[in-house]
Nanobody
Framework: QVQLEESGGGLVQAGDFLRLSCVAS????????MGWFRQAPGKEREFVAGITWRGSSRYYADSVKGRFAISRDNAKNAVYLQMNSLKPEDTDVYYC???????????????WGQGTQVTVSS
């Protein structure tokens, strides 16, 4: 079992940055592939970024490539999403999630946080 808790969301202006954090409970955090997803009301949850258990490989949605960076610190049971050059279309609820092995579909993920709201004003 893994419990996840996100933090770091907020209201910012276009061009600003935010750093989201996700802290996990459980002793096997380092075994999991970690993903960040986002979802707007009435829309499907979409993959934003993912990182392998050792942090050796990182994956991004095309819409955030070059602006967002995912990282993790297994000693702190934490995964981060650095979001730069934010745009109004990045406004969503952001979730972290955990699974064994690589994956981009939210249906594959067993564990989810409660989400944190990111709002980017123009």
């Amino acid at each position: 079992q893994v419990q996840l808790e996100e933090s770091g969301g907020g209201l910012v202006q276009a061009g600003d940055f935010l750093r989201l954090s996700c802290v996990a409970s459980g002793r096997t955090f380092s075994s999991y592939f970690m993903g960040w997803f986002r979802q707007a009301p009435g829309k499907e949850r979409e993959f934003v970024a993912g990182i392998t258990w050792r942090g050796s490989s990182r994956y991004y949605a095309d819409s955030v490539k070059g602006r967002f960076a995912i990282s993790r610190d297994n000693a702190k049971n934490a995964v981060y999403l650095q979001m730069n050059s934010l745009k109004p279309e990045d406004t969503d609820v952001y979730y972290c999630a955990a699974k064994m092995g690589y994956g981009r579909s939210p249906l594959e993920y067993a564990y989810w946080g409660q989400g944190t709201q990111v709002t980017v004003s123009s």
